[in-house]
């Protein structure tokens, strides 16, 4: 098991409701990914944050948000909730330097959400 | 963008026979290939994973191969048996975009006893 843990591990919420998820870094990690997967689906990329800034984001609309803290844990708010965001919600930790080439990322349990 | 394809999305063998999933790629930049294993209702877990200067890596039972000319990579798994049932996803990322994965949509494989 990874070290990345995430809160809560599931959540039911009702359409137009915003919701706010948690992840925990593994230790000594510095980068947090989210990622959506849809049921029956591979993950699809949300966005990446790099030592407290964005660092790159998928083709998601802007009610989907994030922050990352001086911890390194992060969470990913999702302001006015479609029925179609209903999906299994995971983040990844990796360790990114610049010398490197590409880091491992290391993926949380995941926290499934149900919109109604 | 990248888009990464996955072939089969199901796949049954016998136990102890082998498996084989493959995945192809469309952006050249593309430098780093992970698999992942996830069971029902568990979180992705990466089994292996190439980088674009190496050609084949081996870990146990499990290897991946890269063609780089082609933009495919493949997962062999040898001697399968019953708990390497679960889903497959390969996924593509380079160093540019963030190391964002961008992953195939998923191979079911099931072994059967």
């Known amino acids: 098991e990874t070290g990345v843990t995430q809160s809560p591990t599931h959540l039911i919420k009702t359409r137009g409701q915003q919701v706010t998820l948690r992840c925990s870094s593994q230790?000594?990690?510095?980068?947090v990914s989210w990622y959506q997967q849809a049921l029956g689906q591979g993950p699809q990329f949300i966005f990446q944050y790099y030592r407290e800034e964005e660092n790159g984001r998928g083709n998601f609309p802007p009610r989907f948000s994030g922050l990352q803290f001086p911890n390194y844990s992060s969470e990913l708010n999702v302001n006015a909730l479609e029925l179609d965001d209903s999906a299994l919600y995971l983040c990844?930790?990796?360790?990114?330097?610049?010398?490197?080439?590409?880091?491992?990322?290391?993926f949380g349990p995941g926290t499934r959400l149900t919109v109604l | 963008g990248e888009n990464v394809e996955q072939h089969p999305s199901t796949l049954s063998v016998q136990e102890g026979d082998s498996a084989v999933i493959k995945c192809t790629y469309s952006?050249?930049?593309?430098?780093?290939f992970p698999w992942y294993k996830q069971e029902l209702g568990k979180r992705p877990q990466l089994i292996i994973d190439i980088r674009s200067n190496v050609g084949e890596k081996k870990d146990q039972r499990i290897a991946v191969t890269l063609n780089k000319t082609a933009k495919h990579f493949s997962l062999h798994i040898t001697e399968t048996q019953p708990e390497d049932s679960a889903v497959y996803f390969c996924?593509?990322?380079?160093?540019?975009?963030?190391?964002?994965?961008?992953f195939g949509g998923g191979t079911r494989v099931l072994v059967k006893p």
């Open positions: 230790s000594g990690h510095n980068t």
């Open positions: 952006d050249s930049a593309s430098n780093y």
């Open positions: 996924a593509a990322s380079k160093r540019a975009a963030g190391n964002k994965l961008t």
């Open positions: 990844a930790s990796s360790l990114d330097w610049p010398a490197t080439s590409t880091d491992t990322q290391y």
